[in-house]
Structures are given as C-alpha cells and as structure tokens.
C-alpha cells in the first residue's frame, strides 16, 4: 500500500494533553494504515530473495534494503574492503556513493535485484531501496568519471558550500548546502545531476523496486529553504516525486503506486510539516520516547500515545529502533530481544504509523556489546523477525485493518492495552514482573485465546481479566 494521508492528528493530540497512569481509552476513527516493513538491513539481495516465504509467512508486506548503488570498496585503512559488517569492510560504505548505477560488493547485482523483485511479486511484497542523493564519498578518488561527466565536471558536482562542515544544524543553510560527517554535500538542485539520478531511479523501478527511503532526506533543501550560490531553485523534491522534470526526466511511475518516506529526524527548525507534503517521514522522537518507557519500565501515556510529530499520523514510519540508533552510537543496542518485542507490538497493533522492524545481525546481542555477532554483511540477520510474538503482531495489524483503535494503559503503567473496533486486542507488559490484569475494554464479552501460548483472557460486562506474565505479549482475537 502507499503512504496514506488522512489525519487524526487533532485526536491524539488531544489524547496527548491528558496525564494518569491510568486512564479511559482514546478513540481515533480515522483511516488505518496497514503495511509492515522488514528492515532487511545489510542482506544482500540473494539472501532475502531466499527468505521470502518466511518474510511473507511473518506478515510482512514491504522490505527495505540497504542502499545498491556504487560505493566505496576500500579505505586507506581497510585498502581493500571485504565482506564484514565491522571491521575488513564496514556497513556504511554503502552510504558512501561513488556512482549512481545498480550494484555494489554487499547487495549484489542488477540482475540479483531484479530476481528478487520478480520473486517478491509471488509473495505479494514490496522491495524498497535505502537511496542517497545527498552526498558522495569524501574519497575524491573513488567517485567515478561517468558521475562527473554527466553533472558537467566534478565543480558542479557539490554545492558551493558542499565542502564546508555543518556546525549548527538548526541553521537550515548549513544542514542542506553543508558537509555532514565528512561527506561532501551534492547539488542535488543542479538539473543535470538531477537527470542523472533520476535515471537511477527509474532503472530500480523498471527491475521491480516499489519505493524509497531517502537517507538524510532532512540535508535536501525544500523550496522555502534558503539557497546555495549553485541553486537557483530548490526543487529536488518536486522532481523526485514526479511533480517536476529535470532535463526532460521525470519519474517514471506514480507516486501513489510507490511507497516513498525519508529519514527526517526531528529536531528544531526541521520544517517536518513541509517535508511532509512530499513524502513520508520518520517518527524519530516517537521512537527515542518508547525506549525511554522500556527503559524506566512504565508506558508513559502523554510520550507514547502520540506520535511526537507535526506530520499526520498516517504519513509516518515508526519504529522501536533503526539501523543508525543501533549501529553509530549504540543507543538502542542495550535492548533485550524480550524488550525489543514488547515495544513492537505495541506499535504494530497501532492504527496508525507504518511500523519498521530493524533485522539485527545474526549472533550479535546488543546488550553485553557485541554489536555485529557473525559480522558477515549480505547474511541474513537473527530470527527475530519471525519470532511467534513478532509474528501474532504482524498479523494482528492486518486482521484489525480498517478497525480503529483505543488505547490504554493499566497498572500504574505497566501493561498497555491496544483494542481495535470491539474485536481484537493486544496486551503487553513492559516490566519483569507478572501483572494481574483487571481493566476496562472495548472488546465484546467473551473469552479470548492468545494467538502465541493460548491463554485465555475473559471479558465479563466490559472488563478484561487476566494474568501477564514478564514482558507478555498477548494477541487476542476470534
């Protein structure tokens, strides 16, 4: 499905507005979303095509892959690269473009690609590629003669301030013209440059690929933003979404058959509402604030119940951790695969938002800080993907769909309970301790069966009663 675009902003905020730690529910009436997105973060694209009936079999409906265009290989201290996520090789060479052309030593070739999105097809899935037009490798000896000769020489490659390192990012010029973390900043506003990638991207739409996720999306400059001496126009998000051609090249499919966001993290002077009348965009707060409550082990109504963002609801992707959260600073890597799940299923069993669950690599565990576990890049990452809590969740979302929901959260915080319409449920502790359950719900009366352990659950004159056990998740519908 594409990103969708009612709102229900006016309701959760006003849901926001109230404090307790326990409340009556919050109601929202307003369309749902219903994807699910695999982040099969550094599989290459034979390893997921051979793990597609699993994905589908899982609930997911769209996977996003890491980025396939040409990157750097090597580095002066890894001079000839390799095959590891840290180490002889490193992941984030893949955001260190050299060319805009399908392939590279991690993902593998346009013809894997094009087999795997011939393959996803079957399964009624959606491939999606991690894409960066913002910036190129800092080795100017690695970028390639085509990539120069297409933008008219390497001067007109970078923005005249590309080179320059952002020291306030708030500054909105500093962010879209400067050089971010060493990575000399590209005219993305430079039409001919604009041609050039747009080709790109009309090439992975012809071998199958159905959207985007536009890395550092929020250092692209919007129309209102102020522009570098080589930008007469800031107009690269018209082109990329279609609205506009550059050089007689525009984008080949429509937006509305294309599931498009970008990785806009908030912060201040952001212009999150204006981003988002192009395209869908991270909820990054929503996610930091849902750790918190992991953390301290108390959801927390007025951080959580929202989506901590000036977007609608509907045109956000949520998560509980991303691939930069776990891989730059380590920040979510303290997380359990118990706490992991808990917080999905919170978010799945959600109305709106288009949940991401991140594929941490397999063999790693975060807590006792070994981040890269097997550290093979292209293999698959752990299982728990498909872990059967996981698994319920997912599919719980598309039973529910068109359902809306009610929230609430019971226990002085401990257990949140997420009801769509008056026919399903999930129920989750996010402590490690048992909780009696005995709160007021939507769902019709009965007696309900969790979908994972087969639990039963009672709902008598409109109150659920029940045990939870330590970080319980418990899906209940009929």
């Known amino acids: 499905m594409t990103m969708r675009f009612r709102s229900t902003l006016a309701a959760i905020l ?53 980025p396939a265009q040409h990157c750097i290989q090597g580095t002066n201290r890894d001079p000839d690269g390799g095959m590891q996520l840290f180490g002889h090789g490193y992941w984030y060479y893949h955001y260190q473009p050299t060319d805009w052309k399908i392939g590279n030593q991690h993902v593998g070739t346009e013809e894997d690609l094009i087999a795997l999105c011939n393959e996803a097809n079957k399964y009624g899935i959606k491939i999606i590629i ?39 990012y708030d500054d909105r010029y500093e962010c879209t013209t400067g050089e971010m973390g ?11 440059f604009q041609a050039y990638y747009m080709t790109y991207v009309n090439q992975l739409l012809k071998d199958g690929v159905r959207g985007f996720r536009y890395d550092t999306a929020k250092h692209i400059g919007l129309p209102c933003d102020p522009k570098d001496d080589k930008s007469p126009e800031n107009d690269f998000w018209d082109v990329a979404t279609g609205r506009k051609a550059a050089n007689g090249v525009s984008l080949a499919l429509p ?49 959580v119940l929202g989506y901590s963002h000036l977007a ?17 600073n380590h920040e979510s890597a303290w997380m359990t695969d118990e706490q992991i799940r808990v917080a999905w299923v919170y978010l799945v069993s959600r109305q709106n938002g288009t949940p991401l669950f991140y594929s941490r690599p397999d063999g790693s565990d975060g807590p006792n800080k070994n981040y890269w576990g097997n550290n093979v890049a292209g293999a698959k990452g752990n299982d728990e993907f498909k872990n059967p809590a ?20 019971e226990n002085d915080g401990a257990i949140a309970q997420v009801v769509r319409g008056n026919s399903g449920a ?16 939507s ?22 009663s029940g045990t939870v056990a330590p970080y319980g998740t418990y899906i209940l519908y009929k």
């Open 14 to 66: 006003a849901a926001a507005a109230l404090v307790g730690c326990k409340t009556a529910p919050v109601e929202s009436t307003a369309e749902t979303n219903d994807d699910v997105i695999l982040h099969a973060w550094c599989w290459s694209f034979n390893t997921i095509k051979e793990n597609l009936k699993d994905i589908a079999d899982a609930g997911y409906t769209i996977v996003q892959t890491s």
């Open 130 to 168: 991690d894409v960066l037009p913002n910036h190129t490798t800092p080795d100017q000896s690695k970028v390639e003669a085509d990539l120069d000769a297409a933008v008219g020489g390497r001067e007109n490659l970078y923005h005249a301030n590309g080179r320059n390192r952002i020291r306030n």
């Open 182 to 192: 060493g990575l000399p900043d590209v005219n993305t506003e430079n039409p001919d």
């Open 255 to 303: 937006m509305d058959e294309l599931f498009i966001y970008g990785e806009v993290l908030q912060g201040r002077n952001v212009r999150e509402k204006e981003y988002s009348e192009y395209i869908g965009l991270t909820a990054s707060s929503m996610g930091d604030k849902i750790r918190d409550d992991v953390k301290k082990a108390s959801w927390t109504e007025k951080d």
């Open 312 to 328: 609608e609801p509907s045109k956000l992707v949520t998560w509980v951790e991303s691939h930069d959260t776990y891989c730059n």
């Open 390 to 409: 996981v698994v319920a969740a997912n599919k719980f979302r598309a039973a529910m769909a068109g359902k809306p929901e009610s929230v609430s959260f």
């Open 426 to 441: 999930a129920i989750l502790n996010i402590t490690d301790a048992e909780q009696t359950l005995n709160a007021t719900t």
């Open 443 to 464: 769902l019709a009366d009965g007696k309900y069966k969790d979908k994972v352990s087969g639990k039963v659950f009672k709902v008598k004159n409109g109150v659920i």
